[in-house]
């Protein structure tokens, strides 16, 4: 088969047996007859690279999800594309879980209220008002980057989480929980001026004044009632007395997002009641969030973020010890989801036996969506703790660049020759030979890989590289493989 071997799902000469089906050496795939990719490789990371029309999700990606079902992984499955339903389904299926498969969609009757969650949730932090802020300041990064004053540790950035956690530190004691209309109501009620916090209309008409003086009669603990008193004291002079324009931003960034989970199908998924909770999936359920944002657009967008940071939070927090089944993150199309916290969950992942898979065309999907000055070092850092690393055919340079720079460089002898004419009109010349350093994998090799479909045998061709691995049938930092469509 040349320099490509058919991916082989069947064991290896020398197969691992363990009695626990979830041991971090038990093989997942084979790359080649002698190189196995395992939970514990997974657990490190995987990131697919390929060009639209490449078979990065039919090849690789498909081969990926059958091991993970066919291990009893649980998941958490983020959408862009509609169709994306009908093939987890698919999968599930022929999986023999169906039943296995929670689809989180508007015509579903699943339910997740996210603030009642983390403010009940099991765990010392549940309630924490840091958490929540943090909660909501993972979507607002979506929201925002884009924007003049977002991304980054911005002042606006900063400014949005005081109001955030001077909102939720009132509602807490006022109210004795928070709900999201709450915190639009709270926020669009404050003061615009000192005038006003003090002027009696308003406080007879204003959500945010009632709960002040609804808080200020609760017994609570002395903590909470400091916390409570410095919110207070926020939104009746310190929020007030800020710039006309810098608190009509900051107020704006707010209710813009949180308009969206208040209005029709996101109110009913998020704001009603719940029967679910992520961490299902440690059980064995693969959670699909069916709001593909090339149908829900932006709300889609962020809703499936959203629920992928408490998602991740969650799996952080499991007792390993007491189960230890792998999960995974997947998102094709990954560049609508990420964020800055993905680098973060990612560094300890495989402790949480989590297993990322991220899908994408090129590089410049990440650097465009993050925006801003720190677009590549943040897209770059993230990657990094991706050990893993598909690249199917693609006409990108930067990434096909890129991937070659991962693999090495080595000395290569290149023949030269060389003609001339002496001065009495012969013909002159020679041959030699001299090395240089050059790719081991050239960048132009990345767009000539098989692409799959029938006029290709169904065969998707890859060149695959893993963080401190050198393979086991090339001797190189690289090894290309072969999948198949069928």
């Known amino acids: 088969m040349g320099l490509f071997s058919r991916l082989r799902r069947t064991s290896a000469p020398q197969k691992f047996v363990s009695n626990d089906p979830f041991d971090l050496q038990t093989p997942l795939l084979y790359f080649s007859q002698n190189d196995p990719w395992r939970i514990g490789d997974a657990c490190e990371g995987l990131q697919i690279f390929g060009g639209t029309g ?13 091991a993970f079902l066919n291990h009893g992984f649980g998941g958490l499955v983020l959408t862009a594309k509609k169709d994306e339903r009908r093939e987890w389904e698919r999968y599930m299926h022929e999986a023999g879980r169906s039943e296995q498969l929670l689809i989180f969609s508007p015509s579903g009757e699943w339910r997740f209220d996210f603030l009642n969650y983390e403010m009940s949730r099991p765990g010392v932090g549940a309630g924490q008002t840091e958490n929540l802020v943090n909660l909501f300041s993972s979507v607002m990064e979506i929201a925002e980057r884009k924007q003049q004053y977002g991304g980054g540790d911005s002042y606006w950035q900063r400014a949005m989480k005081q109001l955030l956690r001077n909102a939720i530190d009132l509602l807490a004691v006022a109210k004795g929980k928070v709900s999201l209309p709450d915190l639009y109501d709270l926020v669009s009620s404050a003061p615009q001026s000192i005038a006003e916090s003090n002027n009696e209309d308003w406080q007879k008409r204003s959500f945010c004044f009632q709960a002040i003086l609804e808080g200020d009669h609760k017994a ?25 324009k810098t608190r009509s931003i900051i107020v704006n960034t707010f209710t813009t997002m949180a308009d969206g989970f208040l209005r029709g199908t996101l109110r009913e998924l998020f704001c009603t009641s719940m029967n679910f909770a992520p961490e299902m999936s440690l059980e064995g359920a693969v959670i699909l969030l069916d709001l593909p944002v090339k149908e829900y657009g932006e709300l889609g967008q962020l809703s499936q973020v959203l629920f992928k940071y408490i998602w991740q939070q969650a799996i952080e927090r499991r007792d390993t010890s007491a189960n230890h089944r792998p999960v995974f993150l997947w998102a094709d199309e990954s560049q ?14 495989r402790s949480s036996r989590a297993c990322t898979v991220y899908l994408t065309q090129n590089l410049p999907n990440y650097y465009a969506e993050l925006g801003g000055e720190k677009s590549r070092s943040e897209a770059d850092a993230f990657l990094g703790n ?20 991962l693999f090495a460089q080595s000395w290569q002898l290149r023949g030269n020759m060389n003609t001339g004419f002496s001065e009495t009109g012969g013909a002159t010349g020679g041959q030699g030979a001299s090395e240089s350093l050059e790719y081991d ?3 132009q090799e990345f767009s000539t890989l098989r692409k799959g479909g029938h006029v290709n045998g169904l065969c998707v061709d890859a060149i695959i590289f893993q963080g401190g691995r050198v393979w086991n049938r090339t001797g190189k930092t690289f090894i290309k493989s072969t999948f198949t469509q069928e």
Do not use: C
Not at 220 to 240: C, G, I, Q, T
Not at 336 to 349: K, L
Not at 386 to 405: C, M, P, R
């Open 336 to 349: 609508n989801f990420i964020t800055s916290y993905d680098r973060e969950f990612q560094s300890t992942a």
């Open 54 to 66: 490449s078979g990065k999700t039919s090849g690789s990606g498909q081969a990926v999800a059958r």
């Open 220 to 244: 609570v603990e002395p903590m909470r009632k400091r916390d409570f008193e410095m919110a207070a004291r926020y939104w009746l002079s310190e929020f007030p007395k800020l710039a006309e």
């Open 386 to 405: 991706l050990q893993t690393k598909i690249f199917h055919a693609n006409g990108d340079h930067t990434t096909n660049k890129w991937a070659s720079e």
């Open 441 to 443: 994998v050239l960048p």
